[in-house]
């Protein structure tokens, strides 16, 4: 009974906030439109200097093959090596292309012209995966034949036919919205109320503490579904991109998601005194969950150490069991283990909430 | 030479008319008063005073300088103490002296002497941080900061606002020091005895000025802002009680509260009767707060035991808390709701349901004459309204006895007045009131009264009996001979 007092007094207060509301409307919006296009790990417009020692025909067809690759800006020719590495120095080139002398004549003749791919490394992926690229350029233009050998090997690539990196990042940004949105708000409310000194007129009273921190915790869940709506909406609308496995599946993560932050939101909120502290406490674990998460990079290739870490990392948990529904179309069955997994972190986070909230010192 | 002349000014807020049509001066080394209910405009005039807001018409002259084209020079030539405690709280007490000596390109060494007076008082703290101090070291502190720089003029908004009687007589004994150096005083505060304290007053309402003149003659002029009849000490409230005198509310024996080695409540033992008005009061940092948490279920007693409403308040606060109310030093009610809201979110916790809640709310702000404000927010009310609100709040659901902590601060004579109007209306309703106050005319008010000193409650009983136990006219006096035998100086 209580709790429908408290919970029109915690809707009354989020919407009277000037910020709040439009927070909850604006941030899945922009991340939506904005992260996808910026959040790509593909390799383009790699900056290349070519030296062509050669000036024959098949040189400068090279040249001008790499001129008008998409994933290369050709950024000109250069006289001589050092002063290609010289642009590379200046951050003006990512990599160098030499071509020897003779490398038309020695091609011709069947002997092995060798020519020099110098990537800046400093970048390691787009050091490495650039000079892939060129290396296959280059042994295409060598060697034409190669080309054809090649089409025989046939690659396959599941569930993501066109290697399209936004359909693998969508589902992750739901998680970066949801820590946001159901993460840092909640952290915000009691030691708000720490602050205005309303919480001690609270105490006082005979409020139930579940009741409390229920009040606390329910707004923000039917934030986080208002939010994942807008996101699923959004998805589909800019980017064509719907998920493939049970939208189901998809809230009741969301959930799961939004019933652990909002949980570790109040913990934080309940021992800290400022608001300051609160932020920072959160923003630390925030960054630490986030990044051993799988989110950014495989967590199968980080130290054995840290990779352990995972099994305690709910958000970990969500990308892997989100990213097979919404990519792959895993059902229940797939995702069961992480759907457990995220449910017993969520309840225990839950129960420390309540138990944190300290009526009498 | 007038040390500050202001002439004719005006400001607005949006709509707002903070101050309208302001024209006074100050004579050199003058003790000027700026006294009005709380929203007058007296923090606005502050800080237009000091260069610190501009006004938007007339001119104003601090030291023969204009606050608007000479800045620069004025902000020399003043200190200002601003109404909230405006130091840093993590810094201890000698880092902020000396943070503000270096903003003003001065030391504390080459001004020692202007500051020796108060600072001595303070220095033996010097290593603790400001925070930690107790509410009259922090104003004596802050003092010292705005006089660090040796100014001319001095501006203390409101410097007394929640501290005790003993340091508050002993900040305006610091300012007529100051006096004697021929620096000027412009200092604001609700409490008439500091009024009377100054050479001249001006009294400030709506942003208007109504009347300047010596302390008597203003006083008197608006006698009925500030000096109300004094609350008849109702017969048939004093007849009702015998009746009911052998029921306690509150039994405690032995209630310590210590907080590492240091006991904020040392050994109280003190009983109060059935729909009783008791005064609990005590010097800042005397331990009122922490005991006053022990028997409202916020704090476990560390040794000690008390019964409040019949239940234990070791082991059935939750039980205590169904039956009392509450209204904390802080303004506790939430400014984002309105008035009807915060009523309804209060009443529901107490388990009313939304029928009777409607029925009660009407009731309540028909008596308090202040239904149309039921949909206001309560952050656009005035102070003194807020405080009626909350007290209201903290009775809506017929408690048995209702504790407040000083809930009076920093109100006008005549708001205070109405409060305790509402509580008298209270008592008669069989609700016991156990009250915190810092204005010793309230507790003439009490039937009875206990003075805590250093933790432990060293007078109780009816002001009467206090008076004439210690020989006293009044319970200020009463107060202040106890309060001065204090050993520990701060919480």
Known sequence: ?361 | MNAIEVNQVAKRYGKVQALQDVSFSVRKGELFGVIGPDGAGKTSLYRILCSLLLPDEGSVRVEGYDVIQQMKEVRKRVGYMPGKFSLYQDLTVEENLHFFATLFGTTVEDNYDAIKAIYSQIEPFKDRKAGALSGGMKQKLALCCALVHKPSVLFLDEPTTGVDPVSRKELWDILSLLKKREITIVASTPYLDEVRRCERVAFLSEGKIRGIGSPEKILHEFSDIFSPPNLEHDEKHDNNKVGSTTENVIEVEHLVKAFGTFHAVDDISFTVRKGEIFGFLGANGAGKTTAMHMLTGLNQPTSGTGRVVGYDIRTDYEQIKKHIGYMSQKFSLYEDLTVAENIRLFAGIYGMDDKEIKHKTNALLQRLNFSEHRDSLVSSLPLGWKQKLAFSVSIFHSPGIVFLDEPTGGVDPATRRQFWELIYDAAQRGITVFVTTHYMDEAEYCDRISIMVDGKIKALGTPTELKQKFNKPDIDQVFTYLARQAKRSSD
């Not at chain 1, 840092?184 to 921190?213: R, Y």
């Not at chain 1, 051993?292 to 892997?320: C, E, H, K, Q, W």
Request: glycine content about 4%; hydrophobic content about 50%.
């Open chain 1, 1 to 361: 009974m209580t709790l429908k007092y408290l919970l029109r007094k915690e809707f009354t207060q989020i919407r009277r906030n000037p910020f709040l509301p439009r927070l909850i409307v604006m941030f899945p919006i922009m991340i939506m439109c904005i992260m996808p296009w910026v959040m790509n790990m593909e390799v383009k417009n790699v900056v290349v200097d070519v030296v062509d020692n050669d000036r024959s025909t098949l040189s400068q067809q090279l040249v001008h093959e790499i001129a008008a690759n998409n994933y290369f800006s050709f950024h000109g020719q250069q006289p001589s090596y050092t002063a290609a590495l010289n642009d590379i120095e200046h951050s003006e080139a990512d990599i160098v292309v030499v071509i020897p002398q003779h490398y038309s004549r020695d091609l011709t003749l069947g002997n092995k012209p060798q020519v020099l791919i110098a990537a800046n490394a400093v970048n390691g992926t787009k050091g490495s995966i650039g000079s892939v690229y060129l290396s296959q350029m280059v042994t295409t233009n060598a060697v034409p034949t190669l080309q054809a050998l090649q089409t025989n090997v046939s690659t396959f690539y599941l569930f993501n036919r066109q290697l399209n990196y936004k359909r693998y990042m969508i589902p992750a940004l739901f998680a970066i919205i949801m820590m946001m949105i159901t993460g840092f708000l909640p952290t915000l409310n009691i030691v708000g109320e720490k602050e205005a000194g309303t919480i001690e007129q609270i105490n006082v009273t005979p409020v139930n503490k579940w009741t409390f921190i229920l009040a606390k915790l329910i707004p923000y869940w039917l934030i986080a579904f208002f939010v994942i709506t807008v996101c699923l909406l959004l998805s589909w609308a800019l980017y064509d991109i719907t998920p493939v496995g049970n939208v189901a599946l998809i809230y009741l993560l969301a959930m799961l998601l939004a019933l652990f932050f909002s949980s570790f939101g109040l913990i934080i909120s309940n021992y800290s005194d400022t608001m300051q502290q609160a932020i920072l406490v959160m923003w630390f674990f925030v960054v630490i969950l986030l990044l051993l998460s799988g989110l950014f990079t495989p967590t199968r290739s980080m130290p054995a150490a840290a990779y352990l870490t995972t099994y305690a990392n709910p958000v970990s948990y969500f990308i892997d069991a989100i990213r097979t529904v919404f990519i792959r179309g895993g059902n229940l069955k797939s995702i069961l283990h992480q759907v457990l997994a995220l449910l017993g972190i969520g309840l225990v986070m839950g129960c420390w909430a309540v138990q944190s909230y300290k009526k009498n010192h």
